[in-house]
């Protein structure tokens, strides 16, 4: 196996079962990263973990989990079972895991689905990085990266909940990154991917072109790059794609 630019590296993966968080999990794998497979969907998951083995690259660690439902004790267990996996150390962590309802205006949405938003697209990235961080301590070059979306920043009607808890999102990596500007081995940026041939994006754009989107490979190389040592000491920033 020819070395990447991720070699050796141990890096979790949030929403690995597809669309974005697939796509990390095979381009990561591909340049010598050991990545561990997080997901509630077990049968999309495997495929995943076969796919990367089939393809020569290490072997992944996969592991069903449920952000919406997950408490405290769950998110540290998670963390446990992962130290005594790869031998207390983790050097990065990709939150691609979002959820999102529906396009609408406020007066039709609802507390639960504000809520269940903001569970899976603040909170768990929030409880998994806290939970996690003794491990990427001990990494010596760790990268925390949180998956954005431009409605984080640019308020627009009938974006709610989710654009909110994006909002939200941007708020929790600039507060890790200022908590962790002591620490030169600990990092935390937001990548907004734009436009991608993703579930998500046909879900909100269904009148969109597949030619007006990018194709998730596209940005792959961004991905690698702040998971890489060559993105350290750039933390606390919303980059987009």
Known sequence: MSSGQLQDKI?????????????????????????????????????????IVAAGHPEPFAVCFDLLTAEEKEFDNLAITVAQATGRRLDGIVHCASYFYALSPLDFQTVAEWVNQYRINTVAPMALTRAFLPLLKESPDASVIFVGESHGETPKAYWGGFGASKAALNYLCKVAADEWERFDNLRANVLVPGPINSPQRIKTHPGESEEERKNIADIMPQFVYWMSSESRGNSGGIVYL
Not at 38 to 47: D, T
Request: without cysteine.
């Open 11 to 51: 890096v979790l993966v949030t929403g690995a079962s597809q669309g974005l968080g697939e796509q990390v999990a095979k381009s990561y794998a591909a340049q010598g990263a050991t990545v561990i497979l997080v997901a509630r969907h077990q049968k999309k998951m495997e495929k995943v973990y076969d796919d």
